[in-house]
């Protein structure tokens, strides 16, 4: 008698324990799927469309550059240099007003003015007019790229 | 008989009661993967909701525009730097014409567009009881014609027409003054749009030349568009 109720016991266990492992399997798989279109539909929903992001280190650039280039003005450097054509020595001075993780280059032109030969995708420009000085009025323009 | 048996053993197995406890962890381990993808949810929509694009947008466009009034404070300045330079033995009046011109030529390679009507007026020697000339040029850089230009002082009035874009009008008037005094100069020009009225006070001092300058100036771009009236009186030597 013991020992029919042993297997009977036994057979019920394996039979129930099969059942539970498949239902078991079932629902986590369900529940994972859930979870894996839950976050795929927020994603998709609020990231989906490439909205991108503007920079801001081109007009960060920009700023500091016609800021420099104001700065060499108030002291009438720029005004006799731009007149002179001297723009090493206008790049030398600009030097400690401009950030020091960029390239620059400086061109004084008239209206139309030079391609600076620059390759860069990150490549901006300012420009400065200029009337001239006391001595001579030339307008100019001095424009400063920034790479 | 083996309904009975099962019933009782169901109860009384230690081994069956343990296998609904491991039943009950691998549902709670299912029920993870939600609570982690809520989690996460949280976490996007969060991220999402901080980075305001908008915002972003905004700001840059305001960093945008501050370079642009920063370049129209230049133009300003170099007007006056103009008159400045140009008032020992130059002619002020053709140097600023020439500095708006370039100035418009240089904006709009940088997709500017640099507007206004420039009224400047000029005596030499003025002298007490004595008539004076003076010389007034109007530059029209408005972007279209003036069809109609209308200028009075001191009762002596002038009326041109068709004083086209990039164009100067020029007119003298005569004054006649024993002491300083102030003279009103009046300005219409009607544009395809309108007519507007400007009011120049001359200044005569006796025994001074001067140049009195008024400009409106306008500069146009995709971000924004400044205005602006400067007016200058200065000695010429």
Known sequence: MHELVKNENKEIKMSETKKHGMKKGLLK??????????????????????EEVPEFKGINWKLRGFAALESLDSTNELRNLALRNDTAEIEKKLQPLMPGDVDY??????????????????????SYLLAGNVSMFQPKQVVLYIW | MVNMIRAITKDSSPNLGMERKGMVQSRSKGQAFLIIAIVVVLVLVTLKTSLNLVNIVENKRYLEAGLERLEFNNVRHEILTTIQITSVHRNTTNSVNDLLAFSKAALAARSMDLKGIFVESSYTGLQASTDTRI??????????????????????????????????????????????????LTVQYTTPQKTENETITIPAKIGRSRFIGFFYLQLESDRLTQYDKIEKVADLV
């Open chain 1, 29 to 50: 798989s369900f529940e994972a799927l859930i979870a894996i279109l839950m976050i795929m539909s927020v994603f998709l929903m609020f990231y989906g469309s490439a």
């Open chain 1, 105 to 126: 280059v400086v061109i004084v032109c008239g209206t139309t003015c030079d391609n600076p030969g620059v390759t860069s995708e990150e490549l901006v420009s300012v």
């Open chain 2, 135 to 184: 010389n007034v040029t109007v530059f029209n850089m408005l972007g279209y014609d003036l069809s109609a230009l209308n200028m009075e002082l001191n009762s002596e009035v002038w009326n041109l027409t068709d004083i086209r874009h990039m164009h100067a009008a020029n007119v003298n008037f005569t004054i006649n003054t024993a002491s300083d005094a102030n003279y009103t």
